[in-house]
C-alpha cells in the first residue's frame, strides 16, 4: 500500500486567516488521485476536494485549495478565510488508478480560534 | 442528495459475541468498501467488495471478518468473535467514478 504522510498532527490558525496543510506521499505510479477529507466531531467523513495527478492545475473548491507537486510528491491543502465551522481532523488520501481503495494519512487536527 | 447510510450508530457488545454492521450504499453504486479507525488513529481499508465478492482485503481483515450482500440493496459487515482489540469506528462507502461517498460510521465498543 501505498504510504501518506501528514506531518503536522494539529494546527492551530486564527478565524478568516489562512492556514496550510501538508501531504507527502510515496508512489511509483504515474497515475493516480489525491483527496482531503474532512472529518468534523460528528466523525463523519467528508470529502473536500479531488486532484487527479494528470492534471497539472490545481483543484480549487471555494475556501479550500491544493498545491499538488507531483515531482516532490507532495499535495498540501489551503484553507483560506478559515471559518470555525472548518475546525476538524483533516485526512490526506492516495487511490491508485487500478483500485479503487484509499490509503490515509495520519490526519491533521486544524483548531479554529474565534 | 443521495447517501450512505449506516446501522447501528453506535453497538456496544462483549468480547467474543458476533456483530453485524450494517449498510446501505447508493443504489447505483457498484463497489463497496469497509475502512475501520481505531480511537485517534486513522482511517485504515479493510476490504473491497465488488460483483459479489470480494475483490481486495487488507491483512487486517482476517477469517474473523466476513462481508455479504444479502440483497439488492444492504452490505454487511460480520465479526464473528469480537476482541477488545476490535473496538473502532467502522465506515463503509461505496464507489461513484472516481469519489468514494462514505456513511456516517458506526462505532463498535467490545467490552
Known amino acids: 500500500a501505498q504510504t501518506v504522510t501528514q506531518s503536522q498532527p494539529e494546527m492551530s490558525v486564527q478565524e478568516a486567516e489562512t492556514v496550510t496543510l501538508s501531504c507527502t506521499y510515496d508512489?511509483?505510479?504515474?497515475?493516480?488521485?489525491l483527496f482531503w477529507y474532512k472529518q468534523p466531531p460528528s466523525r463523519q467523513m467528508i470529502l473536500v476536494i479531488r486532484?487527479?495527478?494528470?492534471?497539472?492545475q490545481n483543484a480549487t473548491e471555494n475556501r479550500f485549495s491544493v498545491n499538488f507537486q507531483k515531482a516532490a510528491k507532495s499535495f498540501s491543502l489551503k484553507i483560506s478565510d478559515s471559518q470555525l465551522g472548518d475546525a476538524a481532523m483533516y485526512f490526506c488520501?492516495?487511490?491508485?488508478?487500478?483500485?479503487?481503495?484509499?490509503?490515509f494519512g495520519a490526519g491533521t487536527t486544524v483548531t479554529v480560534r474565534a | 442528495e443521495p447517501e450512505v447510510t449506516q446501522t447501528p450508530s453506535h453497538q456496544v457488545t462483549q468480547m467474543g459475541q458476533e456483530v453485524i454492521l450494517r449498510c446501505v450504499p447508493i443504489?447505483?453504486?457498484?463497489?463497496f468498501y469497509w475502512y475501520r479507525q481505531i480511537l485517534g488513529q486513522k482511517v485504515e481499508f479493510l476490504v473491497s467488495?465488488?460483483?459479489?465478492?470480494?475483490?481486495?482485503k487488507s491483512e487486517i481483515f482476517d477469517d474473523q471478518f466476513s462481508v455479504e450482500r444479502p440483497d439488492g440493496s444492504n452490505f454487511t459487515l460480520k465479526i464473528r468473535s469480537t476482541k477488545l482489540e476490535d473496538s473502532a469506528m467502522y465506515f463503509c462507502?461505496?464507489?461513484?467514478?472516481?469519489?468514494?461517498?462514505f456513511g456516517p460510521g458506526t462505532r463498535l465498543t467490545v467490552l
Open positions: 488520501a492516495y487511490r491508485s488508478p487500478n483500485d479503487y481503495k484509499l490509503s
Open positions: 508512489t511509483s505510479e504515474s497515475d493516480y488521485y
Open positions: 486532484q487527479e495527478a494528470y492534471k497539472q
Open positions: 443504489s447505483n453504486h457498484l463497489y
Open positions: 467488495f465488488y460483483n459479489n465478492e470480494i475483490s481486495e
Open positions: 462507502a461505496s464507489l461513484a467514478t472516481n469519489e468514494q461517498f
